[in-house]
């Protein structure tokens, strides 16, 4: 028989990973991982295929095991405990519904291995049933549900058993687009009202970015951020985490200057300054990348002359429009970039934002110096 | 794990004692078949190959030989004929009771093949064929017919007709197209039922005992009756050729079609 | 363009003609003209004579009873070692599927006669296995093998079980591994899991495995003609002899129409099972 059914007082648990090793043949896919979420929070593991976060979220359930280091679910340490005795819940990518139970008898599995059984059975099934505002498909075959109802089958199936976190792996990703966007925000709901504290895995950063309290970002194996979603958007400490979470324009440069508030950056389309609190250990003749990202950007014509007298200094640059995407609300306008290598430069305007963008035509750039990004580049970049 | 480690042991423990019983019988009858003596031993020092050298005198086996190959290549040419037709008119055609008649036509397999002999035996009598290799014909494409129906039609299933209308797109009429990308994608299935279809009649032995007379004898019927009135280790000579021509369909079977499909149940 | 079509897809249906006719001819039509001279008497009328006195003679009842015990020992064997074999090579890696595959199919090819004269001479008195266990100090005396039941099941089991393999393997291959992880975060030990989870989504393998064996071993002839000779009589066997050795016509067709019958019965029973179970799980892998 599975653990003891948890949660039933309501408390849910927090999670602490020390020191996840997790080796496949010599390469090591987890490598030294440190990770702690707070009861009732909901954490999103973003990342590209192969970082690893699927991979942690199988060790978190217990689904295979790590070379070293402990996993904690609250105060227990569920590192030597198989997956069956953790009681925690797991909604697969693929569902993985039993297809030749039906909707109540899915959700009743986890209960039964608990060794639930009579009125509390059936009162635990049709509490998971309601959350998920399936009440009605009890008795359906899974083969007759559609995308988004065998989701939220799967989640409460999930949730059923009353456990003490919840993983959810990519759970949205085989719903159309549309439906993905409305159970974003109801699956969101759904684990608030049963106060669940939930992991998530996916690739999509929109999705962590509106799922999720905290994101952990993560790359062969680390984790690069972990911060509130606004956080990481506005300050991605890495350009991994630069690149992997929205949109950004890009240079490489120099640092020419470093004076006590401002670091100045030579690069191939013009000077850029940052706030020196961006790097504050940069030196001169350190390469490095600047960035920022497209919504701050204002596009001005050439003869524009700066700005009111703002008090806020600005980055200028010349540049010549390439392509404009219709977004639809906004409108995203790549500029030709001298610079060697793929980096974009491209700002975001709203659609009815009054200056034109043909291809070919010369333009200004200018956004306040206080958003830039600085990264240190090695040599090798 | 520890658990983890012990089932994979147990598993690999599993597998290979499954594959040793499987082949090690094989295995003695060919090595019975390079012992000296004349009892049914393993060899147990001395090796020899007079059981190979009394095989190639036995009397009456040539015939016999030729008799079976006979009716097993013309029974499997006629199945892959009459096999592919059905196979196909089942899978392309739009008619009620297609799922019956792929059903009638893959019961052979499902029937004792004893009694389809005594069947076939008491038909034949009636009507008066006397032709011992016009009887086994007959009664070998009755049980090769479901092997190339069954097969190819699965092979058919599988195959997704949206390659021929890319074909089409690219230039090929639809006969051209069919001929170019659907014969290929056929191949394998028609091989692997052929091959199977052949070593079905080579090794059947329900219907042609009943059709079959005293002078003239399928291989299986022969072999059996040496068993029976004197055994020798030249059976076992038999039986090894026999083993040897089963390796080499398999082998070319597998590099023709590769190993999972050969198992198309 | 839609009328050719049609008549184009109908046009194909005529291709099945030759095939079905002639199996119609020459094994439908056969096997009803079985069942009516089971019917008829010496002299050319109609008769219940065959079937009484089939019914009525108590050996014949042993006889059946010996066919259907043996065919039930088989399927039994075969289904305990062939399922977890078959759920053991879903789940190791290609090259070892390869292997067993060849271990499975190679004895296929070979044919009956073959395996069967492999055993008689592994199961003497003075053969191989008697050695070893000899050797080893387990028996003093040599097992009798041959001649009897437990030589004729061995052989049995070493010819038909890549029957009950290769279709619960087909069904082991598909079932998700997810699933049973799934059931494993639900609390399900891996005895619950096994019990609710993977053995009812292999249930459509283990039908059509036992139907394959249990038919094959009520209708085999050659296995127990080399194996346990004229002491246990099966019903193919009775059959044959009638036909070959007494030239009793009407005694060979009534038990001929009793083994068809048997046939018939497993196939109707198992596809029906069959159906049902599909139309519980219909599809095998949900979503995405």
């Known amino acids: 028989m599975g653990g003891a059914l948890g949660s039933r007082d309501g408390a849910v648990s927090s999670l602490l990973l020390s020191g996840i090793v997790k080796r496949y043949g010599t390469q090591a896919v987890v490598d030294g991982l440190d990770f702690s979420i707070r009861s009732g929070e909901f954490v999103s593991l973003l990342g590209p295929s192969g970082c690893g976060k699927t991979t942690l979220l199988r060790i978190i359930a217990g689904l295979i095991a790590c070379d070293a280091g402990r996993v904690v679910v609250g105060d227990t340490d569920v590192t030597k405990l198989p997956a069956h005795r953790r009681n925690i819940g797991v909604v697969f990518q693929s569902y993985a519904l039993f297809p030749h139970l039906t909707v109540g008898e899915n959700i009743a599995f986890g209960l039964k291995a608990h060794g639930v059984q009579g009125t509390e059975l059936a009162a635990g099934v049709s509490q998971a049933l309601k959350a998920v505002q399936l009440s009605a498909l009890a008795d359906r075959p899974i083969s007759a549900l559609s995308g988004g109802q065998q989701q939220r089958v799967a989640v409460a199936r999930a949730i059923a058993t009353r456990p003490r976190l919840i993983l959810l792996d990519e759970p949205l990703s085989a719903l159309d687009r549309k439906l993905r966007e409305t159970m974003q925000i109801e699956l969101r709901q759904m684990l608030r009202d049963a106060g669940m504290t939930a992991i998530f895995v996916t690739h999509d950063q929109e999705e962590a970015l509106v799922m999720?309290?905290?994101?952990?970002?993560?790359?062969?194996?680390?984790?690069?951020?972990?911060?509130?979603?606004?956080?990481?958007?506005?300050?991605?400490?890495?350009?991994f985490a630069l690149n992997f979470v929205g949109l950004s324009s890009q240079w490489h440069g120099e640092v020419s200057r470093v004076s006590d508030t401002l670091l100045t950056v030579q690069?191939?389309?013009?000077?850029?300054?940052?706030?020196?609190?961006?790097?504050?250990?940069?030196?001169?003749?350190?390469?490095?990348l600047v960035g920022v990202r497209p919504e701050m950007i204002e596009i001005k014509h050439l003869e524009t002359s700066l700005a009111p007298l703002d008090a806020v200094p600005r980055n200028r640059l010349a540049v010549t429009v390439g392509e404009t995407v219709f977004l639809g609300s906004r409108r995203l306008v790549y500029f030709q970039s001298q610079q060697v290598g793929a980096n974009a430069v491209m700002a975001e305007v709203a659609t009815n934002q009054s200056v034109a963008t043909a291809p070919g035509d010369q333009l200004q750039l200018s956004w306040p110096v206080g958003h830039t990004l600085v990264y240190p580049m090695s040599a090798s970049h | 794990m520890n658990s983890i480690c012990m089932v994979r042991w147990a598993r690999g423990l599993l597998l290979t004692a499954v594959a040793l019983f499987m082949l090690l019988p094989l295995l003695v009858v060919v090595l019975v078949s390079f012992s000296d003596s004349s009892v049914f031993n393993l060899p147990s020092g001395a090796w020899s190959l007079r059981w190979y050298d009394s095989m190639l005198h036995k009397e009456g086996l040539g015939a016999t030989l030729s008799l079976s190959l006979g009716v097993a290549l013309a029974s499997t040419l006629v199945a892959l004929v009459l096999g592919t037709l059905c196979a196909v008119a089942i899978e392309q055609g739009r008619f009620k009771g297609r799922e019956a008649l792929l059903a009638f036509l893959v019961s052979p397999l499902l029937m004792p093949g004893l009694v389809i002999g005594v069947a076939l035996l008491q038909a034949l009598r009636a009507i008066g064929l006397q032709d011992v290799f016009g009887a086994l014909l007959i009664g070998h494409i009755v049980i090769t017919l479901p092997y190339v129906t069954r097969t190819v039609h699965a092979s058919l299933v599988l195959f997704d007709m949206r390659l021929i209308e890319a074909a089409q797109t690219l230039g090929l009429s639809k006969p051209r197209a069919l001929l170019q990308v659907m014969v290929p994608g056929l191949a394998p299935a028609f091989l692997t039922s052929g091959l199977f279809a052949f070593l079905a009649s080579m090794d059947n032995y329900p219907i042609s005992i009943f059709l079959t007379d005293a002078r003239q004898k399928t291989l299986p019927i022969?072999?059996?009756?040496?068993?029976?009135?004197?055994?020798?280790?030249?059976?076992?000579?038999?039986?090894?050729?026999?083993?040897?021509l089963a390796i080499v369909v398999l082998v070319v079977a597998e590099r023709l079609v590769g190993m999972r499909r050969l198992a198309q149940f | 363009m839609a009328s050719t079509a049609h008549s184009a897809t109908s046009r194909v249906a005529w291709l099945a003609i030759p095939g079905a006719g002639y199996l119609l001819l020459v094994f439908a039509l056969p096997l009803a003209l079985l069942l009516a001279s089971s019917f008829q008497s010496e002299q050319g009328g109609f008769t219940w004579q065959g079937y009484t006195n089939f019914l009525s003679d108590p050996f014949n009842?042993?006889?059946?009873?010996?066919?259907?015990?043996?065919?039930?020992?088989?399927?039994?064997?075969?289904?305990?070692?062939?399922?977890?074999?078959?759920?053991?090579?879903?789940?190791?890696?290609?090259?070892?599927?390869?292997?067993?595959?060849?271990?499975?199919?190679?004895?296929?090819?070979?044919?009956?006669?073959?395996?069967?004269?492999?055993?008689?001479?592994?199961?003497?008195?003075n053969g191989p296995i008697n050695h070893i266990l000899m050797s080893l100090g387990i028996v003093d005396d040599p097992v009798k093998l041959l001649f009897n039941e437990r030589g004729l099941v061995i052989a049995a089991v070493h010819v038909f079980l890549p029957f009950m393999v290769l279709p619960i393997f087909t069904v082991a291959r598909q079932i998700d591994s997810r699933m049973q992880e799934a059931a494993a975060t639900l609390g399900a030990t891996p005895v619950h899991t096994f019990l609710k989870v993977t053995w009812p989504l292999s249930l459509p393998g283990v039908v059509?495995?036992?139907?394959?064996?249990?038919?094959?071993?009520?209708?085999?002839?050659?296995?127990?003609?080399?194996?346990?000779?004229?002491?246990y009589q099966t019903l193919p066997a009775m059959m044959a002899r009638a036909y070959l050795f007494m030239r009793d016509r009407q005694a060979g067709s009534t038990m001929a129409v009793v083994l068809l019958l048997i046939a018939v019965f497993i196939v109707v029973a198992s596809t029906l099972l069959t159906r049902r179970l599909q139309a519980r799980t219909q599809a095998q892998g949900v979503a995405a």
């Open chain 1, 267 to 288: 690069t191939d389309c013009g000077t850029i300054d940052a706030p020196l609190a961006a790097l504050p250990d940069a030196t001169p003749g350190a390469r490095v």
């Open chain 3, 61 to 125: 009842a042993t006889v059946v009873w010996n066919t259907l015990k043996i065919a039930f020992i088989v399927t039994g064997l075969c289904l305990l070692i062939g399922y977890p074999t078959a759920f053991a090579m879903a789940r190791t890696s290609l090259p070892v599927q390869g292997g067993m595959f060849l271990a499975l199919i190679l004895p296929l090819s070979v044919g009956v006669i073959v395996k069967s004269f492999a055993w008689t001479i592994i199961l003497r008195s």
């Open chain 1, 212 to 239: 999720s309290d905290r994101i952990a970002v993560m790359n062969h194996g680390r984790i690069e951020q972990f911060d509130a979603p606004d956080t990481i958007y506005a300050r991605p400490s890495t350009p």
């Open chain 2, 222 to 244: 022969e072999i059996l009756r040496y068993l029976e009135e004197s055994p020798d280790p030249t059976i076992a000579a038999i039986s090894s050729c026999l083993i040897f």
């Open chain 3, 208 to 231: 059509t495995g036992c139907a394959f064996v249990f038919s094959m071993a009520v209708s085999m002839y050659v296995i127990p003609a080399l194996l346990i000779g004229d002491r």
